[in-house]
């Protein structure tokens, strides 16, 4: 079996949207992680950017179970000593709504400079709202 290269040229990109509200944190980072990478294209080759573009929207209602949202703690070094600052998911998600769904679509992608190109591809926002209504995206079910 051979590989298919496609070139930048010849690839074909949509968009896709996914209403993130009452569903778990994971299972929607894992699916657009997965749609990002190209893992639904019969293309996908894991060295290449040939996935789609996601837009991600009512961020701010996304789940989490176990009581996670007291347990789960984020953390951020400010780069000085001793300022190692830890955020619960609830503080962290009423400050900044599409944080913690960025953080783990962050951590599915490769940790490489291709992970760090493909996670400029989704558009998270905290409401219904988005400016993205001319590219026309198709919804995505979660």
């Given amino acids: 079996m051979k590989t298919v290269f496609v070139n930048e040229k010849q690839q074909s990109r949509t968009w896709y949207v996914i209403d993130a509200a009452g569903v778990p944190l994971g299972r929607v980072a894992a699916r657009v992680a997965a749609v990002l990478r190209g893992k639904h294209k019969p293309t996908y080759t894991p060295n290449q950017a040939m996935g789609d573009y996601v837009v991600v929207i009512n961020a701010d209602k996304v789940t989490v179970t176990g009581g996670k949202e007291e347990k789960k703690i984020y953390y951020k070094h400010t780069g000085f000593v001793g300022n190692l ?23 599915m992608l490769p940790h490489n400079r291709l992970g760090r190109a493909l996670l400029g591809n989704v558009k998270i926002y905290g409401g219904a709202e988005h400016p993205h209504g001319a590219q026309r995206p198709e919804p995505l079910n979660v």
């Fill in 85 to 107: 600052k830890q955020y619960t998911f609830s503080k962290l998600i009423a400050r900044r709504p599409d944080a913690p769904l960025r953080l783990a679509i962050k951590g």
